[in-house]
């Protein structure tokens, strides 16, 4: 039987135009997913953003709804475009134009998790690829694409944050010599997916909570923000990359001792975060 594809926690009364996403924090990993797989336990979960749902999920509190996945992304990548398949992977797939993900193992359906280690022992046929876009990927999209419609009808616009986390050593190299590194990364696909302005306020919103912030570099944003970015819409899309070393133990897959505490400053953060899209409502009469 398959489990649901993905929750969706809404506040009472939504005050704000921002909404939530959380793609890749899904954890429920099918019995013959893992079976089929070459990878331990452990180490098919090092492409997951562990605990980002956790991090995030005080948002209907302040006003907002969250979405989240619930496959696995070694399962299934809702970041990528469905058309992503990988011909290395799925049987019966033809090769297309060059794309750098799908060549890389990391399409819709992924060959390989963090630092290039194989998921499979062979391929897997089209019908299980299609059966996983089918239960997962267009359930997932079609309640996003309604929580931003539904969102702007409501507001007059839609700011979404896509919430991700980031390997460590990912960012290991970005900045100058000497300088410590980012620990927070901002997507907009340098400008097409979100106007300047919500981003300088989503920036200041974690670098006045005390964390170090880029933008686009390395990582500008994937399919979210390409596909529902639309700024002369009035519909935003920002990605945001936490470096998982704030709050988990890699090697462990585990929250580490700053977990509470990091927390408690991401909800200062969406405290900031919903009031870019405040709407305020009256208190009613007692």
């Known amino acids: ?48 953003d562990a605990f980002v749902d956790q991090l995030f999920d005080c948002v209907t509190e302040y ?9 696995p992304r070694a399962y299934i990548d809702l970041n990528r475009s469905a058309e992503e398949l990988d011909p290395a992977l ?3 797939v033809r090769r297309g134009s060059h794309n750098p993900r799908v060549t890389s193992g990391l399409g819709v359906i992924p060959r390989v998790v963090a630092n290039g280690r194989a998921i499979y022992r062979g391929k897997i046929t089209l019908e299980e690829a299609h059966t996983r876009l089918r ?8 309640r996003l694409q309604k929580l931003l419609d539904d969102t702007r009808e409501q507001h007059g616009e839609v700011i979404l944050i896509d919430c991700h986390s ?16 980012p620990q927070i990364v901002l997507g907009d696909r340098f ?26 570099s390395p990582f500008a944003g994937a399919y979210t923000a390409q596909h529902y970015g ?7 899309v920002v990605q945001v990359e936490i470096d998982r070393s704030l709050y988990m133990n890699e090697r462990l897959i585990r929250p580490n001792a700053d977990f509470d505490r990091f927390r408690s400053l991401i909800r200062s953060i969406v405290a900031d975060l919903t009031g870019i899209g405040r709407v305020d409502v009256p208190l009613a009469a007692e």
């Open 63 to 71: 006003g907002a709804p969250i979405l989240s996945a619930t496959a």
């Open 166 to 181: 980031m390997p460590h050593e990912a960012i290991d190299s970005v900045g100058t010599r000497g300088t410590p590194h």
């Open 135 to 142: 239960d997962y990927w267009r359930p997932y999209h079609e």
């Open 230 to 236: 639309r700024p002369s819409r009035r519909q935003h």
């Open 1 to 48: 039987m398959t489990k649901a594809p993905f929750t969706l926690r809404v506040p009472k009364q939504q005050s704000t135009s921002v909404v939530f996403a959380s793609p890749h924090s899904g954890r429920d990993y099918p019995w013959s997913f893992l079976r089929g797989s070459v990878l331990d336990e452990k180490a098919i979960r090092s492409s997951e």
């Open 191 to 216: 400008g097409a997916a979100a106007d300047g302005a919500i981003v300088e306020r989503i920036e200041a919103a974690f670098s006045d909570a005390g964390l170090r912030v880029v933008r686009n």
């Open 90 to 92: 799925i049987e019966g």
